[in-house]
């Protein structure tokens, strides 16, 4: 027998939001849905390796490239194979400048670099670098620097006589010397500024203690003539002839423990006489 009330009612309808959720739980919806899952993963898992790909090649470009220029770096400079020479590229893909056909720029540093009598860390910035080495790179400055304790290799260039110790200080290099009169020993603390001058590193006496005293140049000359001309004249080192042709001296200064030589080279080829030769004094 028929409820009276559900006659009332009459039949039970069903909300869009029921008749939806219905409808998703079929078999069929079910099986789609697994196959849309499916295709996103393996899309997923293909970009993925896409990636892992780039990033491999990525990272052999550039050990590649670091064993390129470590290697150029060596020779122009006459080090060991086994010498270290750090490589560093600027910007984010290496390949991608590669494809460029031209490198943003390129940082080597080379600890323990001996140039003549001198031993101290070279730093290059090279930038606008062309994978074509013939072709001149756009701009690259060296920063040479010293540490005080290997100051000694400049002792010849800073007196004409012994010196006993160099050390910096106010922005000048002191060195220690003395020379002896009717058997009298006199200690001389020379203070020289560096500068460039012509090409060259020049160093010009700027300060002087005599005997622990301070003194300047006219009246240490008054006292005894000629005989300390040698030890207050101005002198000149020539650095072309120890590095390659390419890079011209353009500043030095005494900083914080040590000197720091800086050169540069503008729109010069990598690959050309000017690293491949020595520079020359005149």
Known sequence: MTD???????????????????SEATPHDRRRRRRIL?????????????????????????QQGSLLI????????????????????????????????????????????????????????????????????????????VAEGDLAGLSGFLAGTVVNDIALDDRLIRFGTGFDLFGVSFELAVGVEPAVRDGRLAFT??????????????????????????????????VAELLPAALTLTAVQVGDEQLVIVLDAEETALGGPGFSELGTCG
Request: hydrophobic residues 45%; contains cysteine.
């Open 205 to 238: 006496p700027r300060s002087i203690e005599f005997n622990g005293q301070s003194i300047d140049v006219a009246a240490l000359r008054s006292q005894f003539g000629g005989i300390v001309d040698p030890l207050l004249e101005s002198r000149d080192f020539c």
């Open 4 to 22: 009276p009330a559900m006659q009332e009612r009459g039949p039970e309808k069903h909300t869009p939001e029921q008749e939806q959720s219905a």
């Open 70 to 145: 470590a290697t150029e770096v060596r020779e122009v400079f006459g080090l060991d194979e086994d010498h270290p020479v750090e490589v560093e590229f600027v910007g984010f893909s290496v390949l991608a400048q590669v494809a460029g056909g031209e490198l943003d720029g390129v940082t080597v540093g080379v600890p323990g670099l001996p140039v003549g009598e001198l031993r101290g860390d070279l730093e290059i910035f090279a930038s606008g670098v062309p994978l074509d080495l013939e072709q001149p790179t756009e701009r690259l400055q060296a920063v040479y620097r």
């Open 38 to 62: 499916i295709a996103v993963g393996v899309v997923l898992a293909l970009l993925g390796a896409l990636v892992a790909a780039a990033l491999v090649g990525e990272s052999i470009a550039r």
